[in-house]
């Protein structure tokens, strides 16, 4: 990252600095570490963390003025202007310019696996504080970002929903509300480079707003590691354009070091700008139409995670076991 962008605007962190079932220790030192790694290689720059269902003991679980918030706000208070929030409910917001504000929420409050929210019609008040937050905006002429860990609507693994039906639908209120506010929602949990779009009725003809997911650096869904840079306009925060970079883990696990590469441009990709809802949802109309297009984007949402296809054509080809293996490591080492 930090050789692709030096001295990038701002860093967003999506959640999950800590892998599944750590111990409590474990989970604070991944924590530490994986923010002193981007505080040492980016010391300029506005880190813009969010909490991750991982991140929190029990996993999926928080609830209001929790006492973890204090150990997250000692280790991310570089990067959170005011505590008072983040203490009660674990979200913050940060001005980026006097045309763009970052709005962090915890969206494990609302998660369909969180047992200590489950009865509560606004967790901590965040939703009341969130609409406050976007009336200030609109008030100055700005617009905003909202940053999240877990999105709304149905997990891609199960056909599950992943926040409770009554949390689901205040947050779209809010966002169709204040969607001429919302230039960006950008979240992760997923693992992979994907999206969702919310619409303003039943009959899916206006999109409101795009949760733009980012796929995850751990492989553990079978994905190759990725991150996005995107490029957006100062003046309007509109995100006109993306970046995607993935390393490749078969190529990187034979070659013994890390083998980073740009694995597409979202504009020329999808020939679709810029990354708004209503070009999401053109890219969603074009791929229900176009199964190549789908392919293309199936194989970028595991980002690129075709390290079976060298076992498969080498397979084909291979009289042996050493000559599977000598078949594969040319493809790795070419």
């Not at 929420?105 to 937050?133: E, H």
């Not at 700005?142 to 926040?163: C, E, F, M, N, T």
């Not at 809802?277 to 074009?286: G, I, N």
Request: charged share 15%; with cysteine.
């Amino acid at each position: 990252m930090q050789k692709l962008e030096s001295d990038p605007d701002f860093i967003i962190i999506s959640g999950d600095f800590a892998a599944h079932k750590l111990s409590d220790g474990q989970r604070w030192d991944s924590v530490s570490n994986v923010t002193y790694n981007f505080r040492h290689y980016f010391p300029n720059t506005t880190l813009i963390p969010s909490l991750g269902n991982n991140d929190v003991l029990p996993d999926y679980n928080c609830t209001c003025e929790d006492p973890q918030y204090q150990t997250f706000y000692s280790i991310w208070k570089d990067y959170i202007p005011d505590p008072t929030s983040f203490v009660k409910f674990g979200g913050y917001s940060t001005k980026m310019s006097p045309h763009l504000t970052v709005i962090v929420i915890n969206t494990v409050l609302y998660a369909i696996k969180n047992d200590q929210t489950r009865n509560m019609s606004d967790p901590c008040g965040q939703f009341a504080w969130l609409a406050t937050q976007l009336e200030q905006v609109a008030a100055a002429k700005s617009r905003a970002y909202i940053v999240g860990h877990i999105p709304i609507q149905i997990d891609g693994y199960q056909g599950k929903a992943l926040w409770g039906a009554a949390f689901a639908q205040k947050f779209q209120q809010i966002l169709l509300k204040y969607s001429p506010v919302i230039a960006g929602l950008f979240f992760g949990h997923t693992h992979t480079d994907d999206f969702r779009i919310v619409w303003e009725g039943p009959s899916m003809n206006h999109p409101i707003a795009a949760f733009l997911i980012a796929p995850s650096i751990t492989p553990f869904y079978v994905n190759n590691p990725g991150f996005k840079k995107y490029h957006y306009d100062t003046l309007s925060a509109v995100p006109i354009d993306y970046e995607a970079h993935f390393m490749d883990l078969f190529v990187s696990n034979r070659q013994k070091q890390s083998n980073w590469q740009l694995e597409y441009q979202f504009s020329t990709a999808y020939g679709v700008t810029p990354v708004s809802p209503v070009a999401m949802a053109q890219l969603y109309t074009k791929m229900m139409g176009d199964d190549f297009l789908f392919q293309q984007w199936l194989a970028r949402r595991s980002v690129m995670c075709t390290y079976e296809r060298y076992f498969y054509l080498c397979t084909s080809s291979a009289w042996d076991e050493a000559s599977l293996v000598s078949c594969e490591n040319t493809y790795a080492l070419a």
